[in-house]
Every structure is written in C-alpha cells, then in structure tokens.
C-alpha cells in the first residue's frame, strides 16, 4: 500500500512533467505563429488586381478653385492608417427597353402626372401638371429613372407654417410613399440613416431653422447602406442625392419638390491601390480636392476627422470609387479621390 510521502512525490513529478509538456505545447504553437507572421511579412501579398483597367475620374461638379488653409486637430493628433487597396464598383444599370418610356409614363402617372410627355433631350422627357401656385414639373431620364420635381412653392402663398405638434415621421413617411408609388424607392436605404430639416421661405428663398413650428418647408434626405463597411457621401457633403421638399397647403402635407438621382453598386467589383491619408491631405491642401460642403465660407479649416468611404454624384458615373473625406467645423467636408493616380486616365 503506497504511503503519503511516496503519493506526495508522485503527484508533484506528475505535476512537474505535465507543466513541462504544457510549456513545451506553449512554445511549439508561439514558434509557429511567429513563424507565420515572419514569413507573412518577408512575402507581401499580391498586387491588387485593378480588373477595370484604368478608370476614369469621379466626375466631381465643377467649383471654382479657392485658397483654403488647412490644419490637423484629429482626436489622436494624427490621421488614419488606411489599408492599401480598396474596391472598386461597376454602377448597377438597366439596360435600354422599348417600353421604357411606356414604363415611365406609368410611373409619373402614379404622381398625377396624367398628360403625356414631351422630350427635352435625348433620353429625357419632362411632365406638367396641375395650375399655379403649386404647377408641378417632372423631368425624367426614361432609362435611368433619375429625375427632379419642381413647383413654384417658393412663391405661393397658400402654403402653411407647420404647427409645434406636427410628426416629421409623416413628411418622411409621405416622402417614401410618393418614390415607392414610381417603384423608386432603392432596395439599399438605410433608413436609420434617413434625416430631415427644418426651412422658412424668405425673400423667395429657403432659409435654415431649428424648429418645425417656424418652418414652411421639411426637407427628407434618405442616404444608402454603407458599402463593404465604408459610408457613401454625396455631392452636397451633409445631403443626400435622393430628397423631398414636403409643403403643407390646405392642412395638407405635399410633395412640391424632388431631387433624385440614384447610383448602386453591382456584383462586379475589383480592388485598386489607394493613396494613404497623408497623400490624400496633402493634395488637399494643393487645392486637388473636391469641396462637398463650406456653407460659411471659411478660408481657413481645422480638420477633425479622416475617413475612408465612397462617392455618387448627380452626374453619370460607370463606377462607385473610394474616396477619402475630410471633415472639419461648421459642417466642412471635403473629398479627395482614394484610387492612386497611375491608375486613373487624366
């Protein structure tokens, strides 16, 4: 019969040498990941396979060139480390039909456009409708669906201050309501994402307000899903390419203005090699950018963020491209294209 001095001793041998084993366990794993990520690093991975060839460049609008100064006031002090590539997006489209006008005339039908169209360009046909004050205006390309809604809202008379109890979730409601009507409203809203704000009408023009109760005008943005985890921005920086104008007349909300020009990404993609945020910011502040929002003019902007993300403008675009946004005070954003410049046709 073993003694307790002789289990005693077994125990801590058997303690000693299973330590031993776990150790050596230990160490055998930590070599091969250290050998793993040696050998990752001695062997970079492939080039990106930039499938599109070289691309054209994001067709910004037009903006006159001003002296802007720029300086660096990120959270960390400096700017972001990007990876070095990123996807690429050939634009969903449909292709030409026959029917097509057939089709839009059923769609601009469901927003009581009820006369026929006539063309004003070639693709784009344009619709009115109704009796001033509020004579409407649609003008639509028959292929893409993107299209405006105009009115003479800014003139009329009729049109009521919304009161303090007034829902903004019924101008956004009514907003979606009128796109899905024209089978319109995209599939890739995020509509968390969805905002809206407040105008009075002064002098013929929209003014900005806080509160719905001064307000004439709610304005509804809807802004897509973030694509491959990176936010789309949009030409006018803070505003989306798809919005409202909502009215309210009679005591009655109304549609008396549409902006709605939609680009979504197809299954096809490659990546490209991208500029680092430092390029970007450097560009930048040589006037290469593309300024999305400076509503008070300011000559000289604190940038506070950098990110990565992706752009859709009103103009026609055969791909969604990267590009690195700058966002400062007082609402400034700014964009610099991410594709690196060898692979851009200029």
């Known amino acids: 019969m073993p003694t307790l001095s002789k289990t005693k001793k077994e125990t801590k041998l058997i303690l000693k040498w299973g330590g031993i084993s776990l150790l050596i366990i230990f160490l055998f794993m930590t070599g091969i990941r250290i050998t793993a990520l040696i050998k990752e690093g001695l062997t970079p991975?492939?080039?990106?396979?930039?499938?599109?060839?070289?691309?054209?460049?994001?067709?910004?609008?037009?903006q006159k060139k001003e002296i802007i100064s720029y300086t660096l006031d990120t959270l960390t002090?400096?700017?972001?480390?990007?990876?070095?590539?990123?996807?690429?997006?050939?634009?969903?489209?449909?292709?030409?039909?026959?029917?097509?006008?057939?089709?839009?005339?059923?769609?601009?039908?469901?927003?009581?456009?009820?006369?026929?169209?006539?063309?004003?360009?070639?693709?784009?046909?344009?619709?009115?409708?109704?009796?001033?004050?509020?004579?409407?205006?649609?003008?639509?390309?028959?292929?893409?669906?993107?299209?405006?809604l105009s009115s003479s809202y800014l003139i009329a008379t009729s049109l009521q201050s919304f009161g303090e109890n007034e829902n903004k979730e019924?101008?956004?409601?009514?907003?979606?309501?009128?796109?899905?009507?024209?089978?319109?409203?995209?599939?890739?809203?995020?509509?968390?994402?969805?905002?809206?704000?407040?105008?009075?009408?002064?002098?013929?023009?929209?003014?900005?307000?806080?509160e719905i109760s001064d307000a004439k005008i709610i304005r509804v943005d809807f802004f897509q899903k973030d694509l491959n985890e990176f936010p789309i921005y949009y030409e006018r920086g803070l505003f989306s390419t798809i919005s409202t104008l909502v009215a309210k007349e009679e005591n009655e909300f109304k549609i008396v203005?549409?902006?709605?020009?939609?680009?979504?990404?197809?299954?096809?993609?490659?990546?490209?090699?991208?500029?680092?945020?430092?390029?970007?910011?450097?560009?930048l502040k040589e006037g290469k950018g593309y300024i999305a929002s400076n509503s008070q003019n300011l000559v000289s902007i604190v940038i506070k963020k950098a990110i990565l993300g992706?752009?859709?403008?009103?103009?026609?675009?055969?791909?969604?491209?990267?590009?690195?946004i700058f966002e400062g005070d007082n609402d400034f954003v700014a964009y610099v294209s991410a594709v690196r410049d060898e692979w851009i046709n200029n």
């Open 45 to 62: 991975p492939p080039p990106p396979k930039a499938s599109f060839g070289k691309l054209t460049p994001i067709p910004f609008p037009n």
């Open 310 to 324: 992706y752009y859709i403008g009103e103009n026609q675009q055969e791909y969604l491209m990267p590009i690195i």
């Open 257 to 283: 203005d549409v902006r709605f020009f939609y680009k979504g990404a197809s299954k096809d993609f490659s990546d490209y090699s991208i500029k680092s945020a430092s390029q970007a910011f450097e560009e």
């Open 170 to 210: 019924t101008a956004i409601e009514l907003s979606k309501s009128f796109l899905s009507r024209m089978e319109l409203f995209p599939e890739d809203v995020d509509e968390q994402k969805t905002k809206t704000s407040f105008y009075t009408i002064q002098n013929n023009s929209l003014v900005k307000t806080d």
């Open 77 to 148: 002090g400096f700017l972001p480390g990007f990876k070095d590539r990123a996807n690429v997006y050939r634009v969903g489209t449909l292709p030409p039909n026959l029917l097509s006008l057939d089709k839009t005339q059923e769609r601009v039908s469901a927003i009581g456009f009820n006369s026929s169209g006539f063309p004003i360009a070639p693709d784009v046909y344009q619709w009115v409708e109704g009796e001033p004050p509020l004579q409407r205006r649609v003008t639509i390309n028959i292929f893409s669906g993107d299209f405006t």
